[in-house]
């Protein structure tokens, strides 16, 4: 009996005594925390997509109350999150651009060709690590959804072998530009009205090879333009969303139709 009580008595004390180190331990190593990480994190969307460069909410938060980053970081944050998140910090929120994914290409199975049969893994990173060139033109969509599985927000599908945005649930996260290893996905303003959707840096008569709705670089858009807002290099046509005020003559005069609205 005696045995028991003291064997007791000395768990009791060691008990004790780790809990009295814990303590020590944890005053000693305290980092405080400025409470407005935790409001500002409050009206973050906590969807961790990494959209804003951060490695999720809690760090982007923590960034915004150091002042490292803007209070409109976030991609996903709607402009009343914003303005909350900017009323927290002291500052003012500004203007909130939102910006949507766009994928340039076209080339659906009716106006392109395969050009193997590929039977390996059905992802577009795969696919390209393969070395083969699937479809005709070596620009274009794979079609293996490698930028679905990215998007936390089922904003991206493909459709007749390419990949097509819903611009409505877009976030403009850029987690399927990332990881497409064609590099055909561009983050432009969700209020830009136009865009070329292809990526092909051939000459026309290639292009015209491979691609029922290739650019073929002939500067026609370019030259309707009165604002400046199209610009061909490297044979492709470019829009400048800032400067475009969709009145549509580009589009109008294609000759392949690959501009088209977003």
Same mark, same amino acid.
């Given at each position: 009996?005696?045995?028991?009580?003291?064997?007791?008595? *000395?768990?009791?004390?060691?008990?004790?005594?780790?809990?009295?180190?814990?303590?020590?331990?944890? @005053?000693?190593?305290?980092?405080?925390?400025?409470?407005?990480? +935790? +409001?500002?994190?409050?009206?973050?969307? $906590?969807?961790?997509?990494?959209?804003?460069?951060?490695? $999720?909410?809690?760090?982007?938060?923590?960034?915004?109350?150091?002042?490292? +980053? $803007?209070?409109?970081?976030?991609?996903?944050?709607?402009?009343?999150?914003? =303005?909350?998140?900017?009323?927290?910090?002291?500052?003012?929120?500004?203007?909130?651009?939102?910006?949507?994914?766009? &994928?340039?290409?076209?080339?659906?199975?009716?106006?392109?060709?395969?050009?193997?049969?590929?039977?390996?893994?059905?992802?577009?990173? #795969? +696919? &390209?690590?393969?070395?083969?060139?699937?479809?005709?033109?070596?620009?274009?969509?794979?079609?293996?959804?490698?930028? *679905?599985?990215?998007?936390?927000?089922?904003?991206?599908?493909?459709?007749?072998?390419? #990949?097509? &945005?819903?611009?409505? @649930?877009?976030?403009?996260?850029?987690?399927? #530009?990332?990881?497409?290893?064609?590099?055909?996905?561009?983050?432009?303003?969700?209020?830009?009205?136009?865009? &070329?959707?292809?990526?092909?840096?051939?000459?026309?008569?290639?292009?015209?090879?491979?691609?029922?709705?290739?650019?073929?670089?002939?500067?026609?858009? =370019?030259?309707?333009?009165?604002? $400046?807002?199209? @610009?061909?290099?490297?044979?492709?046509?470019?829009?400048?969303?800032?400067?475009?005020?969709?009145?549509?003559?580009?589009?109008?005069?294609?000759?392949?139709? *690959?501009?088209?609205?977003?």
């Amino acid at each position: 009996m005696q045995g028991i009580m003291v064997a007791t008595l *000395v768990v009791g004390m060691v008990g004790l005594l780790i809990g009295a180190a814990l303590v020590a331990t944890g @005053k000693k190593f305290y980092v405080e925390v400025d409470e407005r990480e +935790a +409001a500002v994190r409050a009206h973050l969307p $906590g969807n961790n997509c990494g959209g804003c460069g951060y490695a $999720g909410c809690d760090a982007v938060a923590a960034a915004i109350v150091r002042g490292e +980053a $803007g209070t409109n970081v976030c991609p996903v944050c709607s402009s009343q999150a914003v =303005e909350e998140i900017s009323a927290i910090m002291g500052v003012d929120a500004g203007e909130t651009l939102r910006r949507v994914a766009l &994928v340039k290409c076209a080339g659906t199975c009716d106006k392109t060709s395969p050009k193997c049969n590929y039977t390996g893994i059905r992802d577009c990173r #795969a +696919a &390209v690590l393969s070395g083969l060139s699937i479809w005709e033109c070596d620009y274009g969509c794979l079609g293996f959804g490698s930028c *679905v599985a990215a998007c936390a927000f089922d904003a991206i599908h493909v459709e007749d072998g390419v #990949a097509v &945005v819903d611009p409505e @649930k877009c976030t403009g996260c850029g987690r399927c #530009a990332a990881v497409c290893p064609k590099n055909l996905i561009e983050l432009v303003r969700a209020d830009q009205k136009l865009a &070329v959707r292809c990526s092909s840096r051939d000459r026309g008569p290639e292009v015209k090879k491979v691609c029922r709705t290739g650019c073929l670089g002939c500067r026609l858009c =370019e030259k309707q333009c009165e604002h $400046g807002a199209v @610009k061909v290099e490297n044979n492709l046509a470019h829009i400048d969303g800032e400067a475009c005020t969709g009145c549509g003559k580009c589009m109008e005069k294609c000759p392949v139709k *690959v501009i088209s609205g977003i």
